[in-house]
């Protein structure tokens, strides 16, 4: 039998659940409370206030990320690996979509997290460029070093960028959808284009198909 | 004898000075008005508010793009194109660096603005875009319109991105400088590394190496 989950990290789960949903700006823990039927005294006595709880969900997207943000070991990375990495960035985007919209209100009110995010900015650039080299290393991509460095950074702003670009573009009460980051994935894939070993076309012209969103659904007229 | 700026473009300008080097939301109207020398009263004479003010640097800088996003005229573009649109860019970004930086904040507050923004974000689009698509014309790209769609849209995100980028790896104080600028534009050039023809590459090498500002420069270790 399934355990029930332990008080905190109820807190945690509808936190996230409520923060993706409303944004983060419109939930104070009072709201979180009363969804989780608890008094405001409980949750506090596990978090002391909001920032806490971001913090730890910083966390757990910071781990989801690393986990998977890695060359494969003991091999080299396949064509295959390209939609393994494509789509855990999108689930991973999807499940914390909160921090992609409000990042820079949430970096600014917590100087620690502000440090902590800039660690785990520069470690995804490492590891998306060494990623990215082992494509090269692979046959899979044909790109020289100065190319493998603008991509990685050209991939991370896209990445780290697309759900603000959908709220100014959209309007800011605007619904984040999973079509919509599957469009911000795809650009990701297309800033690879120019790059792919000819061989690899066929197969990685499916996977630009498969994650293909139409631009009048993302940037409507 | 140059005539003396009237009191509006004096206020225009001494605010823009005035945001782009201490942040749009350091300076009040008071701040502007004692830089000028002139009472609060007289400010509020010509705008009630700072943002009738920031919406008047946003037409400035709105003409400006309109300006030169553009194809030329009654020609083909040529390679020297590329990097009149790519200094043009960097000119316009550093002229109005705080639009970019406090943008999403801007919108936030004045839906006006916003509605404003998403015709002129649609607008470079679409002009982006018939750019792209006449370097394909010219022979100077080679790209499908599937590819000149994605890199239209790239293109956009790195420029509307690149300083919010410095901003959350740099520290939210960073002094953004002409350099940090000029990788941003740099980044853009690379979006279409993959697509150049073979002829033109040298041509577009010497433009690269024009750009270039070295990536520990930008996000530091």
Redesign the interface.
Known sequence: MAQRPKTRDRIVLESLALFNTQGERNVTTNHIAAHLGMSPGNLYYHFRNKQEIIAELFALYEARVDSFLRLPEGREVTVEDKTFYLESLLAAMWDFRFLHRD??HL??SDTEL?AR??LF??RC?DHAQAIYRGFVSAGIML?NA??V???T??S???V???V??L??????GADISQDLLRRGI??VL??????LAPEVRPAVKEL?EKL?VP?DQV?P?
Not at 167 to 172: D, F, H, I, N, V
Not at 190 to 195: M, T, V
């Open positions: 990042l820079e970096l600014e502000a995010y800039r900015a520069q650039l790109m100065a190319q460095e603008a991509l950074l050209n991370w702003i896209i780290t960028s697309w603000r670009f709220c100014t573009t959209r309007g800011e795809y650009q297309a800033l690879e284009g120019g790059y630009y293909y631009l940037v007229n």
